[in-house]
Nanobody, 123 residues
Framework: QVQLVESGGGRVQAGGSLRLSCAASGRTDSTYTMGWFRQAPGKEREIVATISRIGGNTYNADSVKGRFTISRDNAKNTVYLQMNSLKPEDTAVYYC????????????????WGQGTQVTVSS
């Protein structure tokens, strides 16, 4: 079992920045592909970004390319999502997720999920 805890969410004005963190605990002896997803009110959960086990490969959804950056520090069992140039449409609950797969960009490929952290961007 792996437990994931997100932090760093909050309220920010459009154009601002936030950095989300996801701390993993439990069976962290194995390295996992990690992902950030988000769910806005009334919408389905969607992929935001993913990063491979040692960080060599990353994926960003088209909607966040050039603005968001995913990174990881395996020594600290932590994954980050740096969010710049935030827009009101980025408002959502952001979830961290982990999978033992070597790669994954689909929600159903992820096994472990955090509780989520709210990000609100005001115009």
């Amino acid at each position: 079992q792996v437990q994931l805890v997100e932090s760093g969410g909050g309220r920010v004005q459009a154009g601002g920045s936030l950095r989300l963190s996801c701390a993993a605990s439990g069976r962290t002896d194995s390295t996992y592909t990690m992902g950030w997803f988000r769910q806005a009110p009334g919408k389905e959960r969607e992929i935001v970004a993913t990063i491979s086990r040692i960080g060599g490969n990353t994926y960003n959804a088209d909607s966040v390319k050039g603005r968001f950056t995913i990174s990881r520090d395996n020594a600290k069992n932590t994954v980050y999502l740096q969010m710049n140039s935030l827009k009101p449409e980025d408002t959502a609950v952001y979830y961290c997720a982990a999978t033992p797969r070597s790669w994954g960009t689909k929600e159903n490929e992820y096994v472990y999920w955090g509780q989520g952290t709210q990000v609100t961007v005001s115009s």
